[in-house]
């Protein structure tokens, strides 16, 4: 059913100690997605390099497993209709300078290596 397509969102190492987690956990709940599961957590790098595959090839690869790893983030399931797809509209566009205000790199991020939050895209990515 696709009210119950769910996605996986963490906050990264930046957005806890900026102090975020609680407007961002507050903005999923304004917009009505159900919270699955939460967790506070903090990553092994070999863990991220499996959830970052996609971008091994990349230059900042290593850079971004290192930072991912580097402190707690709060890692949290939620669903409801096109949550990935609405969720992805919420937290950004993965360039900071084309991310509206009103979306969370908008608001709270002005590059792309210290972006607050992860969220999945695809549906595939996020099951
Ligand atoms: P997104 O996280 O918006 O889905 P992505 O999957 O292409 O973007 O990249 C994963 C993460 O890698 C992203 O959240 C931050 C980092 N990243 C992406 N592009 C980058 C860049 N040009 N420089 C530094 N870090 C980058
Ligand atoms: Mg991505």
């Not at 159900?34 to 506070?40: D, I, R, S």
């Not at 090839?57 to 983030?73: E, R």
């Amino acid at each position: 059913m696709a009210n119950s397509e769910r996605t996986f969102l963490a906050m990264k190492p930046n957005g806890v100690p900026w102090g975020l987690v609680g407007e961002i956990i507050k903005r999923f709940e304004q917009k009505g997605f159900h919270l699955a599961g939460l967790k506070f957590m903090q990553a092994s790098e070999e863990l991220l390099r499996e959830h970052y595959t996609d971008l091994k090839d990349h230059p900042f690869f290593a850079g971004l497993v290192k930072y991912m790893s580097s402190g707690p983030m709060v890692a949290m399931v939620r669903y409801g209709l096109n949550v990935v797809k609405t969720g992805r509209v919420m937290l950004r566009e993965t360039n900071p300078a084309d991310s509206k205000p009103g979306t969370i790199c908008g608001d709270f991020c002005n590059q792309a290596g210290r972006n607050v939050i992860h969220g999945s895209d695809p549906v595939e990515s996020a099951e």
